[in-house]
């Protein structure tokens, strides 16, 4: 392992997830149950163990941030010390959660530990290991941002490569549209559409003035206008046929 998600929020909705599994299993499969323990003190024991797993995992999330931002690497040691962090704050929580006057648990740690939290780690622990393995997947790639530079060093623009609509010439600027938050947005950038065109290559050019992410091409609105995701543009000879193969 090379790479860690250090998104707080892709790992609040893993806490969450955990949480809830937690919960579910626990209340309904009853891992420890010796028949002494009722239906309300398994909904606290179920509810207990399930808030601290989330706020445990919350936690690390920003204890692994920490490390990674300060270190720029991961590997599968961090990884298994990252699991081993977050059991060790798990189990003093919910052990003191098991021995205060909410539950007055009669175990002590040597039984606690071996008989309940033992089976709660066995069922646990391959949840967080696929969670973990699925926040990687939710990395963007590189090769999908786009940084758009302009001659001024102040004049950047980062978007995602899938939300690049179209670059339109605008004198000694290029005015790029893109869909920020469901909307057609557009940012003035002072560069010329053909260093634009250089750079990203697979934009197509419609016309002399503009050029086009090919993936938001919808429809012909006639023989010389195209139709875009949230905007129409005109399309000259030179470029239709190569258009047309789309």
């Known amino acids: 392992m090379k790479q860690l998600n250090i998104s707080i929020k892709h790992n609040l ?23 002494t323990i009722d239906f309300k003190s398994w909904f606290l024991i179920s509810l207990g163990f399930s808030v601290l797993a989330f706020l445990c995992y919350s936690v690390l999330a920003f204890v ?8 720029s690497k991961w590997n599968l040691k961090l990884e298994i010390a990252s699991l081993l962090f977050f059991y060790l704050i798990y189990l003093i929580g919910i052990y003191f959660y098991y021995k205060s006057p909410i ?36 990395i963007p790639s590189k ?4 940084t758009i ?5 102040l004049d950047i623009l980062k978007i995602n490569k899938a939300d690049l609509v179209c ?16 909307k057609l947005t557009s940012k003035l950038l002072r560069t010329s559409l053909r260093k634009v065109q250089e750079d990203f290559d697979f934009l197509m050019q ?12 919808k429809s012909w609105r006639n023989q010389n206008t195209v139709v875009l995701t949230q905007i129409e543009l005109p399309v ?6 190569t258009l047309l193969a789309l």
């Open 149 to 153: 530079r302009g001659e001024n060093k």
């Open 13 to 35: 909705i893993v806490g969450l997830l955990i949480a809830l599994w937690i919960f579910v299993f626990a209340f309904i499969i009853r891992p420890f149950d010796d028949g």
């Open 206 to 217: 419609i016309h002399r003035s503009h050029l086009i992410n090919p993936t938001h091409f």
């Open 64 to 71: 692994q941030k920490r490390v990674y931002l300060k270190t």
């Open 143 to 146: 090769d999908d941002i786009l």
């Open 103 to 138: 539950l007055k648990g009669g175990y002590n740690f040597t039984a606690f530990f071996l008989i309940i939290f033992s089976r709660v780690a066995l069922i646990l622990t391959p949840v967080i290991i696929l969670a973990r393995r699925y926040l990687i997947k939710l």
């Open 167 to 182: 670059i339109s010439n605008a004198q000694n600027y290029v005015e790029i549209f893109y869909i920020e938050n469901d």
């Open 236 to 241: 000259s000879k030179n470029y239709k046929e």
